[in-house]
């Protein structure tokens, strides 16, 4: 198992009480497997992936990576696993105006402390399999939103981890580009065995999930397998 909520419960200050954003949630994510979690905004969705990604620390319950519980790390610990075990896609690209599509991904292999020449094949190699490879050395205002988004995804599988948490990756798109997107999330799931968790408030393009989570209130309230 990659990645595994065991009662995740979390809460945030909310005047003199308490408002609770994840309430009990368990949920099991196999190695090349995709699970969606769908549901309205704020019904803890994105509270779950800060959760899954070790952003934020729930107040009880357990996180586990490749069988190895993150209670009791240090944030530094935490810094280290994202690093090298966690790829995030975030809403927005969030690309650096001034690199271009293959030094995006090229930074975060640098963070890494990986030698600039095989960053660079690596980077390569990744925008080729995004269907990139002849962008590679444009800059964000020359590549089309969808081809930004495609970045965004290359850029969260450079140092190659063992988990991809997907953060709303469409809703800046229109719906031919936001199904080839969910499309490519789904092929790079299973051909580099990742645990992906994609976090989406539209199910229209939900048909090759493995697994469909529906978050409300801060429940867990439907798990259904998709076919």
Same mark, same amino acid.
């Given at each position: 198992?990659?990645?595994?909520?065991?009662?995740?419960?979390?809460?945030?200050?909310?005047?003199?009480a308490?408002?609770?954003?994840?309430?009990?949630?368990?949920?099991?994510?196999?190695?090349?497997?995709?699970?969606?979690?769908?549901?309205?905004?704020?019904?803890?969705?994105?509270?779950?992936?800060?959760?899954?990604?070790?952003?934020?620390?729930?107040?009880?319950?357990?996180?586990?990576l490749?069988?190895?519980?993150?209670?009791?790390?240090?944030?530094?610990?935490?810094?280290?696993?994202r690093?090298?075990?966690?790829?995030?896609?975030?809403?927005?690209?969030?690309?650096?105006?001034?690199?271009?599509?293959?030094?995006?991904?090229?930074?975060?292999?640098?963070?890494?402390?990986?030698k600039?020449?095989?960053?660079?094949?690596?980077?390569?190699? /990744?925008?080729? $399999?995004?269907?990139? =490879? !002849?962008?590679? &050395?444009r *800059?964000?205002?020359? #590549?089309?939103?969808?081809?930004?988004?495609?970045?965004?995804?290359?850029?969260?599988?450079?140092?190659?981890?063992?988990?991809?948490?997907?953060?709303?990756?469409t809703?800046?798109?229109?719906?031919?580009?936001?199904?080839?997107?969910?499309?490519?999330?789904?092929?790079?799931?299973?051909?580099?065995?990742?645990?992906?968790?994609?976090?989406?408030?539209?199910?229209?393009? /939900?048909?090759? $999930?493995?697994?469909? =989570? !529906?978050?409300? &209130?801060? *429940?867990?309230?439907? #798990?259904?397998?998709?076919?």
């Amino acid at each position: 198992m990659s990645l595994q909520l065991t009662d995740i419960t979390l809460t945030y200050p909310d005047g003199d009480a308490r408002l609770t954003a994840l309430d009990r949630v368990s949920l099991d994510v196999p190695k090349g497997s995709l699970t969606a979690v769908v549901g309205p905004s704020g019904s803890g969705k994105s509270s779950l992936l800060a959760v899954a990604a070790t952003l934020i620390t729930p107040d009880s319950g357990v996180v586990t990576l490749d069988g190895s519980a993150t209670t009791g790390m240090s944030r530094g610990e935490l810094a280290e696993l994202r690093r090298d075990k966690i790829g995030i896609v975030f809403q927005q690209p969030n690309l650096l105006p001034s690199l271009t599509a293959a030094e995006q991904l090229q930074v975060m292999a640098q963070i890494r402390g990986d030698k600039p020449r095989s960053a660079r094949g690596r980077a390569l190699e /990744l925008l080729d $399999v995004v269907g990139l =490879a !002849e962008q590679a &050395d444009r *800059r964000p205002h020359q #590549l089309s939103g969808g081809q930004r988004q495609r970045v965004n995804i290359a850029r969260a599988l450079m140092n190659e981890p063992t988990v991809l948490l997907v953060d709303e990756p469409t809703s800046a798109l229109d719906h031919d580009r936001g199904a080839a997107i969910v499309d490519l999330i789904t092929r790079l799931t299973h051909q580099q065995a990742t645990a992906t968790v994609l976090v989406t408030h539209d199910r229209t393009h /939900l048909t090759a $999930v493995d697994q469909i =989570a !529906e978050v409300r &209130d801060g *429940r867990l309230s439907h #798990l259904e397998l998709a076919y």
